[in-house]
């Protein structure tokens, strides 16, 4: 469960979101939908503790991020700027991070299967290209296993052999009962992969509905 409670966060004197206010449920895929610049990832940070709000909430199973316990296994996440060490192996970071977050190292095989790396868990990340370094970013945010899911922009630069894959995976989260936030500043994307949509633009909330009702008013 995500909640988002008239969240501000300014930049100097620039209000980059607004007095936001959205709820985020189990089940289906919601879609965070606004142009660049709008304040998606952003809020996103703030969920994620890394970035502290002015006013507001954003909270992830009623609670801020820092006040989670092992938060890795309430909630996963792929930011666009997701980085590993290029020195380190898929493998090595994996077990890294489980070891790190108080998750059972039988996980790291069962994500790295999940992710379609593990035939390549034991080569450098430097070698790998985008696709891969999605695939183990989403591996990442498996690992603990959370039952909250926030994707920013997952599908940018990806084949769309990753992409399709992509879609069918978030979709197939929020079938087995997770709660799946996903930006992106495409409709056409949305369409495609999201149930309902959270829309926003300069921060501020425009609309929250579901893509059926939205896309029967052609
Ligand atoms: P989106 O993810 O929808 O593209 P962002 O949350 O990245 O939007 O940005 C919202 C606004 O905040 C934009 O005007 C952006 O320029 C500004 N912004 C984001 N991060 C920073 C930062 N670290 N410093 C200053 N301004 C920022
Ligand atoms: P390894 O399993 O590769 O031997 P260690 O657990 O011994 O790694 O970690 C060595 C140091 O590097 C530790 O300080 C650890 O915090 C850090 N570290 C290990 N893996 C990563 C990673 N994937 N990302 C960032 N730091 C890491």
Known sequence: MIEVRELTKRYGSATAVDRLSFEVGPGRVTGFLGPNGAGKSTTMRALLGLCAPASGAALVDGRPYASLRRPMTRVGALLDASAVHGGRTALNHLRWLARTNGIAQARVPAVLEQVGLAGVARRRVAGYSLGMRQRLGIAAAL????????????????????????????????????????????????????????????????????????????
């Open 143 to 218: 690992l603990g296993d959370p039952g909250v899911l926030i994707f920013d922009e997952p599908v940018n630069g990806l084949d769309p052999d990753g992409i399709r894959w992509i879609r069918g995976l978030m979709r197939d989260l929020a079938a087995g009962g997770r709660t799946v936030l996903l930006s992106s500043h495409l409709m056409s994307e949305m369409e495609l992969t999201a149930d309902r949509l959270v829309i926003i633009g300069r921060g501020r909330l425009i609309a929250d509905t579901s893509v059926a009702e939205l896309t029967a008013r052609h």
